[in-house]
């Protein structure tokens, strides 16, 4: 059974730091490109990083420079740290395996307000 389980969400001041982590289990992750996608209140659900199985990434054009993606092949995890964080930032943070293959976590909520 695929699952992909996030964690790290939660509510952080402008200018702020959160670092968001998706356990795999079911899949060989380390040959599958993994993706961040974020949906805001309102909007469609957009990549905002991705990593391929040999670690080249992609960026949102909106988070370049602030957010990085990161995997770990042993233990089937992927990371975002995501720094200089702004309200329009906030959104509902859902990891991705294997682009269409339509395998999703729950998703993980990052509000960023003061």
């Known amino acids: 059974q695929v699952q992909l389980v996030e964690s790290g969400g939660g509510l952080v001041h402008p200018g702020g730091s959160l670092r968001l982590s998706c356990a795999a289990s079911?899949?060989?992750?380390?040959?599958?490109?993994m993706g961040w996608y974020r949906q805001a209140p309102g909007k469609e659900r957009e990549l905002a990083a991705a990593?391929?199985?040999?670690?080249?990434?992609n960026y949102a054009d909106s988070v370049k420079g602030r957010f990085t993606i990161s995997r770990d092949n042993a233990k089937n995890t992927v990371y975002l740290q995501m720094n200089s964080l702004r309200p329009e930032d906030t959104a509902v943070y859902y990891c991705n395996a294997g682009k269409n293959l339509g395998i999703w976590g729950q998703g993980t909520l990052v509000t960023v307000s003061s």
């Open positions: 990593i391929t199985s040999g670690g080249s990434t």
């Open positions: 079911g899949i060989i992750f380390r040959i599958v490109t």
